[in-house]
């Protein structure tokens, strides 16, 4: 599966979308992008996920570059309860890689 | 739906016993299930894949005798571990795959391992 960087952290003002990029450089045509969130101390959640076209349901818009080496995972209107570590994943056979994730803050 | 529940969410147990950790999908079936761990503030380590009706596939380091994984029923998978150390004090968690266009995993809520 092809490895995808994301940015440590970042903050994000309540209210405000919030845009969590991912960089997956050496992604192969079949291999479809999916975003989860972990809460602290719970299970990931599932988000969103897409292989070529922009895809947006009630939690989130994914937006993933012509080239397909990078996406933006955007949430439109960041709440308190947003704040999460965001799992940017590229995934061809059944098995997921976790990276580290990007820590993302809401604050009030 | 694509609900995924975990029995028990936390325990603790002193060195030496095993510990059986239950992980369902209680609105589809899933043939293919699979184990994490998470130390704290870590990403999650995939330990394992669980088939149902075969044995399942490990991760490379992870010792298949001390992680007993049972995939019994299109529901029902679960993680023994055995002879406890306290090394093995971790966060596990487990996902069922959907079947379908798009093969999603979905997250069990995790459990809080203690061996004291």
């Known amino acids: 599966d092809a490895k995808t960087t994301q940015p440590t952290s970042m903050d994000c003002a309540e209210g405000r979308a919030a845009n969590l990029p991912c960089n997956h450089s050496t992604i192969s045509g079949n291999e479809y992008v999916y975003w989860y969130r972990q809460i602290h101390s719970q299970g990931p959640q599932y988000i969103i996920h897409?292989?070529?076209n922009n895809e947006t349901n009630e939690m989130a818009s994914l937006i993933i570059t012509e080239d397909r080496k990078s996406s933006t995972l955007i949430l439109p209107h960041a709440t308190l309860r947003d704040t999460a570590v965001y799992y940017c994943i590229v995934r061809r056979t059944y098995k997921y890689i976790f990276g580290t994730g990007t820590r993302l803050k809401v604050l009030a | 739906g694509a609900v995924v529940s975990q029995h028990p969410s936390r325990v603790i147990c002193k060195s030496g016993t095993s510990v059986k950790i239950e992980c369902r999908s209680l609105?589809?079936?899933?043939?293919?299930m699979f184990w994490y761990r998470q130390f704290p503030k870590k990403s999650l380590m995939l330990m394992a894949t669980s088939n149902e009706g075969s044995k399942a596939t490990y991760e490379q380091g992870v010792e298949k005798d001390k992680f007993l994984i049972n995939h019994a029923s299109l529901t029902l998978s679960t993680l023994t571990v055995t002879s406890a150390h306290p090394e093995d004090s971790s966060f596990y968690i487990c996902?069922?795959?959907?079947?379908?266009?798009?093969?999603?995993?979905?997250f069990g809520p995790g459990t809080r391992l203690t061996v004291l």
């Open positions: 897409g292989l070529k």
């Open positions: 996902s069922a795959l959907t079947s379908g266009s798009t093969d999603t995993q979905y």
């Open positions: 609105d589809f079936q899933a043939t293919t």
